[in-house]
């Protein structure tokens, strides 16, 4: 992927909307969410894992073919680990999220510029909700808040 298809996607799309369609969150069914803190406590090592990208890009066109949508589905996830007496692996909670992010033109989209927007916009114009969601997801849970910073897109 060029940065020239990723600015000529740029110019052409319009930001519509971002919506999550679908998120969750859940503390390890094995622990008692009232003492979440102890898990976090003792010199404890925890480890954060992360997963993000966009899943699905679905281009509608116009019968008339004047105006273009471009909507895609962006998925992301996090969960904190720890490990047990025996190092296997404990998952102490995660939080998943899924947002449609809904783009207008007036011009169509050629595939490769379809994927270089794909891989270097959306998770850009997505991660403001994603990382609220997050934020928000630890405040209901009672555990310690979790730091998402800036999405630097990929420009490659």
Known sequence: ???SLIDTAKKKLNLVNVVMKNGSFAINS???ATFIEEEFGDGRNTETQTMCGVIQAYPLIAKDESQYAYIFEFE?????LSKDDEDNEIIIFMINGLFEV???SK???REE???????????FDAWPYWRS??????SKMGTPRLRIGGYIPNSN
Do not use: G, P
């Open 1 to 3: 992927m060029t940065k």
């Open 30 to 32: 094995d622990l008692k």
């Open 76 to 80: 992301a996830a996090v969960r904190i």
């Open 102 to 104: 809904s783009y207008n």
């Open 107 to 109: 011009e169509k989209l």
């Open 113 to 123: 510029e379809l994927k270089a927007f794909a891989n270097a916009q959306v998770a």
């Open 133 to 138: 969601f997050v934020h928000e997801s630890c």
